[in-house]
C-alpha cells in the first residue's frame, strides 16, 4: 500500500497539441473548482507548484503540418518531465492539470527519470492517442503521446492500458495490433463492467520484477459521456457514466497502487458552468481516496 504524504499540483497549459482552442485554460479552471482546498479537506498536505511555461501559439512556428507545433511541445514535455521527476524524487504525489493530452509524454518521461523504470500506466480516454507523424491524418500532437513514448522508449507497450475508447483512427488499430497494446473499447466496458476491466489492468501493468512500482494514471475527460462533461474539445457520444468514472477511480485509490494521476483536456470555452472541471475535482478527489460512505 502506497502512503500518500504530500501532493503537489503542476499546471500545464498547453493547447499547441489541439486544433480547438480554449484548453490552456483547463488548469484555471480545475483550480477555480478548489482543488486544493477539496484535497486538504481529505487531510492531505497539498502545494501547488503553480504552471510549466508555454508560449501562445501566436508566438512560435507552426512546423511540420503532420506534427503541429511539434518542437515547441517537446519543449514543455522536457520542462514537465523535469517537474514530475522532482515531485516524484523527493517523496511526492503528482498531479499534472492539463491542457490537452500531448502533456502526457513529458509526465511519462518525469516518472521514468525519477524512478529508473517505464512506469505502467492506465490510459483512460474515448481516443488511442496512438498516432504517430506518419498516420495521423489531423496533425494534431495531442492524438500521438502514446505513440510517441512507445516510439521513445517512454513506456513498454506491454505495461499500458487503454480503456474508453470509441473514436480510433484505422492506422491506430493496427499500431495497437502491433505494438501489443492491451485496450478496452466502451463495447468492452458495456460487456464486463468497469470494475473487471480496471482489476484486470492493474494485473496487467504489474511488474513481477518490482511489484512495489506505482501505477500512473492518466484521464482524458472526453472517456466521459459529453453529457456529464461537455467542456472537452473532441467529444464522443456513448462514454463512460457518471458512476463508471467514479467507480474506476475508487477502484484504483483501493488498490493502493496510485502514484501520479494526470487529468487533461478540460476546455472551460466549451463548457456549462464549470461543470467538467468541477468533475475532474471530484475525480480526483476519488482517486485519492473519498468515499461515500
Not at 47 to 54: A, E, S, T
Not at 83 to 95: A, D, H, L, M
Not at 201 to 224: G, K, L, Q, S
Not at 230 to 256: D, F
Request: a negative charge.
Amino acid at each position: 500500500m502506497l502512503e500518500i504524504k504530500r501532493i503537489e499540483i503542476i499546471g500545464v497549459p498547453m493547447d499547441l497539441g489541439a486544433s480547438r482552442r480554449g484548453v490552456d485554460m483547463g488548469p484555471s479552471a480545475v483550480r477555480y473548482a478548489s482543488l486544493g482546498d477539496r484535497l486538504r479537506s481529505l487531510g492531505l498536505t497539498v502545494v501547488d507548484r503553480g504552471n510549466v511555461f508555454v508560449p501562445v501559439r501566436e508566438s512560435v512556428e507552426q512546423a511540420a503540418p503532420n506534427a503541429r507545433f511539434l518542437p515547441v511541445i517537446e519543449g514543455v514535455c522536457r520542462q514537465l518531465a523535469e517537474e514530475v521527476s522532482t515531485v516524484v524524487r523527493y517523496g511526492g504525489f503528482p498531479i499534472v492539470i492539463g491542457g490537452d493530452h500531448s502533456i502526457a509524454v513529458g509526465t511519462l518521461q518525469g516518472l521514468k527519470q525519477a524512478r529508473g523504470r517505464r512506469p505502467g500506466v492506465i490510459w483512460i480516454d474515448a481516443h488511442a492517442d496512438i498516432n504517430t507523424p506518419t498516420t495521423s491524418i489531423s496533425g494534431n500532437v495531442h492524438g500521438m503521446p502514446v505513440g510517441l513514448a512507445i516510439e521513445r522508449g517512454i513506456i513498454d507497450p506491454a505495461r499500458i492500458v487503454l480503456i474508453g475508447l470509441r473514436d480510433v483512427d484505422p492506422p491506430e488499430k493496427e499500431l495497437i495490433r502491433r505494438a501489443g497494446v492491451k485496450a478496452y473499447s466502451m463495447s468492452d466496458v458495456d460487456r464486463m463492467g468497469i470494475e473487471a476491466i480496471i482489476s484486470a489492468a492493474i494485473e496487467r501493468i504489474a511488474d513481477a520484477a518490482h511489484p512495489e512500482d506505482p501505477i500512473h494514471v492518466t484521464f482524458d475527460m472526453d472517456a466521459i459521456d459529453p453529457s456529464e462533461a461537455p467542456g472537452t474539445g473532441t467529444p464522443v457520444r456513448g462514454g463512460l457514466s457518471y458512476r463508471e468514472s467514479h467507480l474506476a477511480m475508487e477502484l484504483l485509490a483501493a488498490s493502493g497502487r496510485l502514484g501520479s494521476l494526470e487529468v487533461t483536456e478540460i476546455n472551460p470555452i466549451l463548457d456549462i458552468e464549470n461543470r467538467t472541471a468541477k468533475l475532474a475535482v471530484e475525480l480526483i478527489l476519488s482517486a485519492l481516496g473519498k468515499t461515500i460512505l
